[in-house]
């Protein structure tokens, strides 16, 4: 009993176990409603619901046991987090299956559309994705034939990276080194894999007797990290070490993402014991998603709490930039490109960047050779393959010698040792294409054999931590950490270190490292003097003074903003060379670079003054569709800027704000027509008092639930696919009063397939409807209000037949949206300030919600007490919104419990709950 209370205690003080509760529906997966879409609202639908409550390691300790720590915290924390969710499951009856995981605190559950939307509004719920299919990562064509270098015994991708130098000089081949490895299983008869796997569980159809692979991808692969040379060479960078495989991929190459999970959450204890010291040191995963979804987001950095090193491929949808998938891109993941045998970037490797919560990451972390790779394939034979996914498992065989070099390394210092000891072959440091080099075996082997440890801290002149630049011989590169302190191996030897911190006097020093030894050094920077760029903003045709905002966009520089009545501006900031943005409403953001020595620089910017409308293309067919905004605008004689999404960057706040008028269209696309940082934009546009035109089918139907959707455009989803085509304008607002039009014929966009029906929310009204002989349903809505005005349109507006019917209407739109041209929205800081208003809002409606939940939950028990003492409460302080919020919500599910034994009790209650609320 001692010892389970003592590991309760050290439990308590390794984790922190954060639930959020910040208020609003859960965030929904679109390829979910899109599912919903194609099989209907009553089929039965995969999802993946994660909890807001999620474990945060602390303090963990290195030893093995650490993998062991971690999953039964995380287990503990299932277990007792998910009852309440789980009991609702079950209450609902038998057609909702649920399946429970503990890697990422979710669940995995199986349901119509109804229910769906049920659990996704439940308070613990943060997010709910699609479970997806996974297609294997597709190997390119090879054409390699083996035997090309005869005088070597080992295949050239191994001899490339210098792996049999540390054979030969170290006798480091793997040995006592467990892999994890997530794939299409392996032939465990094969003749370079055989004895190798120590545990093997099938996914898949549950044979998990003896290792197999009807595919071939994952032979190949584990050939790659262990095998040896029974084809004639060597093809394994790690012949010696043993794996644990996860066969999660079938015959096809297909996946579903529960099967995954479950992959990764065996991988932390493949044999089930605890006892057991079975925990691989780190998993090669040659398979990801085009889908930048954090479905494994959890799962990576729980792998890493548990000193499981998580190597992902970064794919092979290369050239192009941005397309490294997930979980390869994601920020604690490392990612592996794919090198050629002349050292050159493959074509078909992904390159980076990725963006996750606004801040952008280069990726891949390294290369290896992944061109035209000779290894096992299953028949006991030996085929060549192509792809990120075999220069994956190179890098994990490298990685298994490095553990076996030093066992207790971390996995921030192997990275490090990968990134700073291989061929850089891009550009200087860390680029999107190779990362930051192709990988050397030998010299990273090398710097951990013959090396010492360098510990950092960098403090500002009063003591307080910095995060600061740190640089090496002018190679090695990383930065401190929040706590001011830095760690990294160094081969023993002499270097000059260079510490570089925004704000103060850069600092260098030399150091000597001694193998073995840990050279400690503590750094106070010293503030940097500063200097001031001094400026003026003007508009271009007048010269007049623009009031705007200045920004560093290179440094943490706080904004400045013009003084309205000059124009003039000044910018105080240590010597160096900056690049300035100057924004401000209807002018055109200008850039400029400055450099910056001891004494001030003037600087002058004149900005073009904009047009008063933004036409923001949002649709996959935008470049057939725009020709009916254009010419209609163009009628106004309505100057505008013309914004395609597909080929620009992401519409922000700050490009919306400078126009009075924004026309936004989605056309005929049902998902991904407004992201949740579109909506985000719009909000804080309007917020500012801005005006807006927004039209595309199928918005209602994926945004539905949003609040964007019901608070901010005021519209109620009716249903999908108005049949009706004509259109009649209602009284509600004279602009629009007389207007009649048909959808789809001649001279339009044609593409009318699911028009949108709606209805209002106040304080929107119906402008227009879809009208024949059996009645009327709602097409457009707008809003009036004393911040902002729009115009909802749930059909496209390029669907309307006739250019002078299309003319007609946005004339009106116009009139009723931007009656003065010239205005002049308000500021952003107001727009921000008014969403802070509406997130306290939210947030005290989902007090309120937990509130009447626990009235509810003593109720059902006979329990009376928390309901008294909220209608006394009331009572007291019959204003206060807070129980306002509560009587409506308790008044409605009381209601429900009046037939039952208490009714005698309740509708008593409920009768002065309702006096109160009159």
Request: neutral net charge.
């Amino acid at each position: 009993m001692r010892m389970k209370f003592n590991w309760l205690i050290s439990i308590a003080i390794a984790v922190i176990l954060i639930y959020s509760s910040a208020a609003g529906a859960a965030s929904v997966d679109k390829r979910i409603f899109e599912e919903f879409k194609k099989r209907g609202d009553q089929s039965r639908v995969s999802a993946i619901f994660r909890l807001k409550s999620q474990v945060v390691f602390k303090s963990l300790p290195r030893e093995a046991a650490r993998a062991n720590y971690v999953k039964r915290a995380l287990e503990n924390h299932a277990r007792i987090s998910q009852r309440s969710i789980i009991d609702f499951i079950k209450s609902l009856g038998k057609d909702v299956s649920y399946e429970s995981l503990w890697i990422t605190n979710a669940l995995v559950v199986t349901c119509d559309r109804a229910t769906l939307d049920l659990l996704s509004a439940r308070e613990e719920v943060d997010s709910v994705w699609l479970n997806s299919k996974v297609q294997l990562i597709e190997p390119v064509d090879a054409h390699y034939q083996p035997g090309a270098n005869k005088a070597s015994g080992n295949e050239w991708n191994i001899d490339l990276i210098n792996v049999p130098a540390v054979w030969e000089k170290y006798n480091l081949r793997g040995e006592g080194v467990l892999i994890g490895h997530i794939d299409t299983g392996c032939e465990a008869s094969h003749p370079d894999c055989v004895g190798k796997i120590y545990a093997f569980r099938d996914f898949i159809s549950g044979n998990d007797d003896v290792a197999y692979d009807d595919q071939g991808h994952g032979t190949h692969t584990v050939g790659t990290i262990l095998g040896g040379n029974a084809s004639g060479k060597f093809i394994g960078a790690a012949p010696r070490a043993t794996i644990a495989v996860a066969k999660v991929f079938d015959r096809n190459g297909s996946a579903q993402d529960d099967g995954i999970l479950k992959a990764m959450q065996w991988i932390m204890d493949p044999d089930g014991n605890p006892n057991t010291n079975d925990v691989p040191r780190l998993v090669s995963n040659s398979w990801g998603s085009s889908q930048m979804s954090k479905t494994y987001w959890d799962v990576v950095y729980n792998w890493r709490a548990a000193n499981i090193y998580p190597l992902f491929a970064a794919g092979n949808s290369g050239p192009s930039p941005k397309t490294v998938g997930t979980p390869g891109g994601f920020p604690h993941s490392v990612a592996v490109g794919a090198s050629t045998s002349a050292d050159k970037i493959a074509s078909f490797s992904s390159r980076g960047p990725v963006a996750w919560d606004g801040v952008t990451y280069v990726k891949p972390d390294v290369s290896a050779p992944g061109e035209n790779i000779y290894s096992a394939v299953p028949g006991g034979k030996w085929g060549s393959k192509s792809g990120t996914s075999m220069a994956t498992p190179l890098v994990a065989g490298v990685i298994t010698l490095l553990y076996q070099a030093k066992p207790d390394l971390t996995i921030d210092e192997i990275t490090q040792i990968l990134e700073t000891t291989g061929k850089d072959l891009g550009d200087p440091g860390k680029d999107n294409v190779f990362g930051s080099c192709r990988i050397d075996a030998y010299q990273a082997v090398t710097r951990v054999l013959n090396s010492g440890a360098l510990t950092l801290k960098v403090t500002s002149p009063d003591n307080n931590p910095l995060v600061a630049k740190v640089e090496i011989n002018d190679g090695i590169k990383f930065e401190t950490k929040g706590d001011g302190t830095a760690k990294t191996t160094l081969e023993a030897g002499t270097y000059k270190v260079k510490i570089s911190c925004f704000g103060y006097i850069t600092e260098s020093f030399g150091i000597t490292v001694e193998k073995d030894g840990v050279y400690n050094k503590t750094i106070v920077m010293s503030k940097a003097p500063l200097s001031n760029i001094i400026g003026v903003v003007t508009d271009k045709d007048t010269q007049l003074p623009v009031a705007a905002s200045v920004y560093v966009t290179d440094a943490p520089v706080q904004q400045v903003q013009t003084d309205p009545k000059t124009g003039k501006f000044i910018l105080s900031v240590p010597a160096g060379e900056y690049k300035l943005k100057v924004a401000a409403f209807k002018y055109k953001i200008e850039f400029a670079s400055v450099a910056l020595g001891g004494a001030p620089v003037n600087v002058k910017f004149e900005l073009q003054p904009l047009p008063p409308v933004l036409l923001v293309a949002d649709a996959s067919d935008s470049a057939k569709i725009a020709k009916y905004y254009k010419t209609a605008i163009d009628a106004l004689k309505l100057a505008y800027t013309y914004y395609d999404v597909s080929v620009a960057d992401e519409v922000t706040s700050d490009l919306l704000i400078q126009y009075p008028l924004v026309i936004w269209f989605t056309g005929a696309d049902s998902s991904k027509t407004l992201t949740e940082k579109d909506q985000n934009s719009l909000t804080a546009y309007l917020n500012a008092g801005g005006s807006l035109l927004l039209t595309g089918q199928d918005i209602g139907y994926e945004l539905k639930d949003k609040p964007f959707y019901t608070s901010v455009l005021g519209a109620k989803y009716i249903s999908d696919s108005s049949k009706v085509k004509n259109l009649s304008a209602t009284s509600e607002y004279s602009e629009f009063e007389g207007y009649s039009a048909v959808l789809d014929g001649a001279d339009s966009a044609n593409n009318q397939k699911y028009a949108d029906v709606i209805s209002v929310l106040a304080p929107a009204k119906l402008v227009l409807n879809y009208q024949d002989a059996s009645g009327k349903t709602g097409a457009a809505i707008a809003v009036k209000n004393e911040v902002y005005r729009l115009v909802y349109m749930g059909f496209g507006f390029e669907g309307i037949a006739g250019e002078a019917a299309r003319c007609d209407f946005m004339k009106r739109a116009v009139k009723f949206l931007m009656p003065d041209q010239n205005v002049k929205i308000g500021s952003l800081a107001a727009a921000e300030n008014r969403l802070a208003l509406s997130k306290n809002e939210s947030e005290l409606i989902s007090t309120a919600g937990l509130e009447c939940e626990k009235i509810i939950t003593d109720v059902k028990k006979l329990k009376y007490e928390r309901l008294n003492g909220f209608i006394a409460s009331f009572e007291k302080a019959p204003g206060a919104q807070i129980y306002k919020i509560m009587g409506a919500g308790l008044r409605s599910s009381l209601i429900h419990e009046v037939n039952s034994e208490n009714s005698k009790v309740l509708t008593p209650a409920i009768e002065k709950i309702s006096s109160l609320l009159k």
